[in-house]
Nanobody
Framework: QVQLVESGGGLVQAGDSLRLSCAAS????????MGWFRQAPGKEREFVSA????????YYQDSVKGRFTISRDNAKNTVYLQMNSLKPDATAVYYC????????????????WGRGTQVTVSS
């Protein structure tokens, strides 16, 4: 059974940092590209960032470029999202995702989802 378990969310102030982790089990982790998505109340789930199987390729939503960094440790079956200079509009549930797709990683191309972790940024 595939499980993706996110952790590291919380309540922070604008300008603070958080590091999200996603521990994967039940799948051959290094076969998958991994991504982070987020969903704010009343809004659709949106793409945040993706990383390819080796960690050598990454890309980001324009609004988080330069502030968020995705990384992975294949030995630990874990993907991370370092979020710096957080803004109130980052408030959302953040979801980890596994996909065979990298450049076309989207909600529709995700094979497995985590249950999410809440990030709340106060102004």
């Amino acid at each position: 059974q595939v499980q993706l378990v996110e952790s590291g969310g919380g309540l922070v102030q604008a300008g603070d940092s958080l590091r999200l982790s996603c521990a994967a089990s039940g799948l051959t982790f290094s076969y998958y590209s991994m991504g982070w998505f987020r969903q704010a109340p009343g809004k659709e789930r949106e793409f945040v960032s993706a990383i390819n199987w080796s960690g050598g390729g990454t890309y980001y939503q324009d609004s988080v470029k330069g502030r968020f960094t995705i990384s992975r440790d294949n030995a630990k079956n874990t993907v991370y999202l370092q979020m710096n200079s957080l803004k109130p509009d980052a408030t959302a549930v953040y979801y980890c995702a596994a996909s065979y797709q990298f450049r076309t990683l989207a909600v529709s191309t995700v094979q497995y989802w985590g249950r999410g972790t809440q990030v709340t940024v106060s102004s």
